[in-house]
């Protein structure tokens, strides 16, 4: 039989095993794994979280999955994936892929919900549960190739909503053990499932972009379990018919090749960037670049004194939802290049406490504000693969000190280590958890390729006692 694009994506998905996850993609997507609880139990302190939490509750269904930073409670499967996928993405503190997503959060959630929904004689096991997340991120990967656009920062469509939302069907097609037609299947639900406008970010609406994607690529796939069919082609480009190309304006889908021995998961060659401090990536760049003109600034003058300072330039991508001059809120100032630099520079550094209402809106920070001028260099693409950020300070003097980053410690060429990425999940987690629970998720997750099916029950009491 002729195969075609959504068919061979369809058969990469029933077709994996275990042994085809090489030593490197094992251990970069654990490293993913535990990352991405610990910004989502942070993010269960937020009041977006609290906001999405309140709706859920408001269903009476079997309640049978977790809640991040919630002890006792438990929702349907569904609403714990999309309450949990809301609380990974509350901060714009959960990784980035190249092409831009953010692969984690739009698929853990959705398999730890619905390993809980399985009997406990069929739970599968720690390896199992690795590969089914894998299967999901080389979904989104993948299709993140299929358009020469989502290689930039997006304009129109926020990436997770969109790939994310055909990634969670994935993994958990995956994980269920569906045959290669309801895999087709559930792709082709997903993508009538998926999108969300850029508009919507740096509002309390963006987090619910990755909320939906794990909880409506979970019900695609329980709904192709269930019989429901959906277009097969729905990711070959037909025309005049639009399926998943309806979400870019170029694209060319290649078909997926079959795991085994030629075929080479993308995880393999492409690391990911986990985040030092709660905003979007972009941010990273100018605060680095910030710290470093910072540094220069007190060698120069013996202290950080904005007074001697005439004008702050900022060197950086044409981005537009990412460039705002004075952020009245904390999901504008975590997208905006202007708040971080002058946070970096007024401070000494960037974390949680510098998205507070408090913080915002001091008159100091607003007076560095006021200095900023931005400048669009043309090398300075808006590719989180090729950016750059710099930070000039025009001193009254007539002396000018500046700080460039090209490449943010955490960014995939500079990848944390594993003493920074354990302290990142440490002081994340410790908003939530006690440290004896916080030292056994790690334990869990480091050894997770190893535990048999009780691994996920194990898993499921960490979080339902916290």
Same mark, same amino acid.
């Given at each position: 039989?002729?195969?075609?694009?959504?068919?061979? /994506?369809?058969?990469?998905?029933?077709?994996?095993?275990?042994?085809?996850?090489?030593?490197?993609?094992?251990?970069?997507?654990?490293?993913?794994?535990?990352?991405?609880?610990?910004?989502?139990?942070?993010?269960?302190?937020?009041?977006? #979280?609290?906001?999405?939490?309140?709706?859920?509750?408001?269903?009476?269904?079997?309640?049978?999955?977790?809640?991040?930073?919630?002890?006792?409670?438990?929702?349907?499967?569904?609403?714990?994936?999309?309450?949990?996928?809301?609380?990974?993405?509350?901060?714009? #503190?959960?990784?980035?892929?190249?092409?831009?997503?953010?692969?984690?959060?739009?698929?853990?959630?959705?398999?730890?919900?619905?390993?809980?929904?399985?009997?406990?004689?069929?739970?599968?096991?720690?390896? =199992?549960?690795?590969?089914?997340?894998?299967? %999901?991120?080389?979904?989104? %990967?993948?299709?993140?190739?299929?358009?020469?656009?989502?290689?930039?920062? $997006?304009?129109?469509?926020?990436?997770?909503?969109?790939?994310?939302?055909?990634?969670?069907?994935?993994?958990?097609?995956?994980?269920?053990?569906?045959?290669?037609?309801?895999?087709?299947?559930?792709?082709?639900?997903?993508?009538?499932?998926?999108?969300?406008?850029?508009?919507?970010?740096?509002?309390?609406?963006?987090?619910?972009?990755?909320?939906?994607?794990?909880?409506?690529?979970?019900?695609?796939?329980?709904?192709?379990? +269930?019989?429901?069919?959906?277009?097969?082609?729905?990711?070959?480009?037909?025309?005049?018919?639009?399926?998943?190309?309806? /979400?870019?304006?170029?694209?060319?889908?290649?078909?997926?090749?079959? $795991?085994?021995?030629?075929?080479? #998961?993308?995880?393999?060659?492409?690391?990911?960037?986990?985040?030092?401090?709660?905003?979007?990536?972009?941010?990273?760049?100018?605060?680095?670049?910030?710290?470093?003109? +910072?540094?220069? /600034?007190?060698?120069?003058?013996?202290? *950080?004194?904005?007074?001697?300072?005439?004008?702050?330039?900022?060197?950086? $991508?044409?981005?537009?939802?990412?460039?705002?001059?004075? $952020?009245?809120?904390?999901?504008?100032?975590?997208?905006?290049?202007?708040?971080?630099?002058?946070?970096?520079?007024? =401070?000494?550094?960037?974390?949680?406490?510098?998205?507070?209402?408090?913080?915002?809106?001091?008159?100091?920070?607003?007076?560095?504000?006021?200095?900023?001028?931005?400048?669009?260099?043309?090398?300075?693409?808006?590719?989180?693969?090729?950016?750059?950020?710099?930070?000039?300070?025009?001193?009254?003097?007539?002396?000018?000190?500046?700080?460039?980053?090209?490449? *943010?410690?955490?960014?995939?060429?500079?990848?944390?280590?594993?003493?920074?990425?354990?302290?990142?999940?440490?002081?994340?987690?410790?908003?939530?958890?006690?440290?004896?629970?916080?030292?056994?998720?790690?334990?869990?997750?480091?050894?997770?390729?190893?535990?048999?099916?009780?691994?996920?029950?194990?898993?499921?009491?960490?979080?339902?006692?916290?």
């Amino acid at each position: 039989l002729w195969e075609t694009v959504t068919s061979s /994506f369809a058969s990469f998905i029933h077709a994996a095993q275990p042994e085809h996850l090489s030593q490197t993609v094992r251990q970069r997507s654990k490293r993913m794994i535990l990352d991405s609880i610990g910004v989502g139990l942070v993010g269960s302190t937020t009041r977006v #979280f609290d906001i999405a939490l309140r709706y859920c509750r408001l269903y009476s269904s079997v309640a049978v999955s977790s809640v991040y930073g919630k002890p006792g409670v438990k929702l349907s499967p569904t609403l714990a994936a999309f309450t949990n996928g809301v609380a990974t993405h509350s901060m714009d #503190f959960d990784d980035t892929w190249h092409p831009a997503t953010h692969p984690s959060g739009a698929v853990l959630p959705a398999l730890l919900a619905a390993s809980q929904m399985l009997p406990p004689n069929t739970k599968p096991n720690g390896l =199992d549960f690795l590969l089914a997340f894998n299967v %999901g991120l080389e979904v989104q %990967g993948r299709l993140m190739h299929f358009s020469t656009e989502a290689h930039d920062i $997006p304009k129109r469509f926020h990436p997770p909503s969109v790939v994310g939302t055909l990634g969670s069907a994935a993994a958990t097609a995956k994980l269920l053990s569906l045959s290669s037609a309801q895999c087709c299947h559930a792709l082709g639900i997903a993508a009538s499932l998926a999108g969300a406008p850029m508009a919507n970010a740096a509002t309390q609406a963006k987090p619910l972009h990755v909320g939906n994607a794990t909880r409506l690529g979970l019900e695609a796939a329980l709904l192709a379990a +269930r019989g429901m069919e959906a277009n097969p082609l729905i990711l070959d480009d037909i025309p005049g018919c639009s399926g998943f190309s309806a /979400f870019y304006s170029v694209y060319h889908p290649k078909p997926l090749s079959a $795991p085994g021995e030629h075929h080479e #998961f993308l995880l393999e060659k492409q690391d990911i960037a986990f985040k030092r401090f709660p905003a979007h990536l972009g941010m990273h760049w100018v605060v680095d670049a910030a710290l470093s003109v +910072r540094n220069l /600034f007190i060698n120069y003058a013996g202290s *950080f004194s904005p007074s001697l300072i005439r004008t702050i330039v900022l060197k950086i $991508p044409v981005s537009k939802y990412i460039n705002r001059p004075f $952020p009245s809120s904390e999901h504008q100032a975590r997208h905006s290049f202007q708040f971080n630099a002058c946070a970096a520079l007024l =401070d000494g550094e960037v974390g949680l406490g510098s998205f507070s209402e408090s913080s915002i809106h001091r008159q100091e920070l607003r007076e560095l504000l006021d200095k900023v001028v931005v400048e669009h260099p043309e090398d300075n693409v808006a590719n989180f693969d090729k950016m750059y950020g710099e930070v000039a300070l025009l001193l009254h003097s007539g002396d000018v000190l500046t700080g460039k980053c090209d490449t *943010f410690y955490g960014h995939w060429r500079k990848p944390l280590s594993k003493e920074s990425l354990l302290k990142k999940f440490r002081s994340n987690a410790s908003h939530v958890l006690p440290e004896e629970k916080i030292e056994a998720i790690i334990t869990l997750v480091d050894n997770l390729e190893n535990l048999m099916g009780a691994c996920l029950v194990q898993v499921e009491l960490l979080l339902a006692k916290m």
